[in-house]
């Protein structure tokens, strides 16, 4: 590396800039100091001046508007900002106005080195290397008010900024504790994310930590609020790589745990609660149907536990075929699909069981779950037509929960009903579609007083 790259160095902790002085001036950059934003000025004047690495938060004058005179009068100077994301809507505003990157302190000379390397390498001498330069498919984001943080992380911790644009704020083997995250929070983050091959470890963590949930120490109230976490990393998982064994049985351990904890009328609400603070639909709606489907057979006196355990595998991959659908056809109103559109929609159906099959010991009853969850007793369903007769048991369950999740779990629809008024709402208009045993036993889960006897029948 060429010793004539010149950084100027603005830190106002004199500890941290003489020791990221030597640093630099070690790995072989010449190096200027400046106390503050203020005594920074000074130095812009020197033509030699290759790059400026900035604290955010000085006195006298902040890194942010520092950055603010420079691109002024110095706009192919680039300038860098070290930042403890404390306040992150300057950091948004730093990278609006050009920063040429971010390092979140504490630091590792690893995230340094590249951070200059990226800056020094770049066309125009480090103008166009803001953030991690990627691909929002790279990263898996988790939601911030139930990540999960051990003592030393085992992975980088980004946040996105516009663009979509990806900041490290914490290393790997680094401590990033609650109070951080906490926050993190309170400036505004709602989700973190990680790189795709590390949401992989965290995956497993989850999957470990569900298993014993189950019978720890712990209130019903924290079981349900980590168990519908686990979920939703399964879930993002699923719908976000390319459905293999492996996932499809950590898909089936958390599900057994989530089972085990849920399937009680009485936790009925504690679970509709907790599904309505879930950021993403699809997978709010999946573990919905999944966990009332169970529910419904049991008011049902469904009681093999073969039966009970492929009612909930297919209700929680009764929509995997959506993933293949353009996220935008999925949030358009059914009345303002094409019938194009509605072909295409409704193939996810056949979709699903195209995914599903390829999984080793799939039991046929659920693929035909996944197949029929949208016909109905009128035979004026999808994709088959099928009339009640031919209808599958279990896929009767799962419709009627299906319907009713979609009318309860912040559904598509703007009104979000109580359960039951949206069990009164299906009795009045679905009736004659959905099996009359498995709706009177919904009924049941929310109306104790009903005095309704479920059948099972068809079961």
């Known amino acids: 590396m060429s010793k004539q790259r010149h950084i100027l160095l603005v830190e106002d902790d004199s500890s941290l800039r003489n020791s990221l002085k030597m640093a630099l001036e070690t790995l072989g950059y010449r190096v200027s ?35 603010k005179h420079v691109k002024a009068n110095y706009p192919k100077l680039p300038m860098a900002l070290m930042t403890g994301f404390s306040v992150l809507e300057e950091t948004r505003q730093a990278d609006e106005m050009g920063a040429a990157g971010f390092l979140s302190k504490p630091f590792v000379k690893n995230d340094l080195l590249a951070l200059l390397q990226k800056i020094f390498e770049s066309p125009a001498a480090g103008g166009s290397a803001k953030a991690v330069a990627a691909s929002e498919g790279d990263y898996a984001k ?11 992380m085992k992975f980088d911790i980004y946040i996105m900024l516009t663009g979509p644009k990806f900041v490290k704020i914490a290393t790997a083997g680094e401590d990033l504790s609650m109070d951080r995250i906490r926050n993190y929070k309170t400036k505004g983050l709602s989700f973190l994310y990680l790189k795709k091959e590390d949401h992989e470890k965290y995956l497993e963590f989850n999957v470990l930590l569900a298993k014993s949930i189950v019978k720890a120490d712990v209130s019903q109230e924290k079981r349900i609020h980590f168990l519908k976490h686990a979920n939703d990393v399964v879930m993002e998982h699923l719908y976000s790589t390319e459905l293999n064994p492996q996932s499809f049985e950590n898909a089936k351990t958390v599900l057994e745990a989530t089972m085990s904890v849920c399937s009680q009328q009485k936790e009925s609400m504690g679970l509709l609660e907790a599904l309505n603070k879930h950021d993403n639909l699809l997978y ?60 295409t929609y409704e193939s996810h159906a056949a979709r699903g069981v195209e995914i599903l099959s390829s999984m080793p010991n799939i039991h046929d009853d659920v693929l035909q779950i996944v197949l029929q969850h949208h016909e109905d007793c009128l035979g004026t369903g999808y994709p088959g037509r099928l009339n009640k007769h031919q209808f599958h048991p279990m896929a009767k369950v799962i419709a009627v929960a299906d319907a009713f999740c979609n009318l309860v779990v912040r559904a598509h629809n703007t009104e979000q009903m109580s359960p039951l008024a949206a069990v009164k709402r299906l009795q009045t208009l679905k009736s004659l579609y959905l099996d009359p045993a498995a709706l009177a036993a919904l009924e049941t889960l929310f109306n104790s007083g009903a005095g309704v006897t479920p059948k099972a029948a068809n079961g």
Not at 39 to 64: V, W, Y
Not at 142 to 152: M, N, P, Q
């Open 142 to 152: 988790v939601s911030i008010d139930e990540f999960i943080s051990g003592k030393s």
């Open 284 to 343: 709010a709606h999946s573990l919905g149907v999944s966990m009332y489907a169970v529910m419904i057979a049991t008011a049902m006196e469904w009681k093999a536990a073969a039966t009970i355990n492929k009612l909930a595998i297919g209700g929680l991959f009764h929509d995997i075929g959506k993933k293949e659908l353009d996220p935008a056809l999925l949030k358009k109103p059914r009345n303002e699909l094409s019938s194009e559109e509605i072909k």
């Open 33 to 67: 100091a400046a106390a503050d934003g203020k005594a920074a000025l000074s130095f812009l004047t020197d033509i030699s001046l290759n790059c400026i690495l900035s604290d955010i938060q000085m006195p006298h004058m902040t890194g942010l508007q520092l950055l």
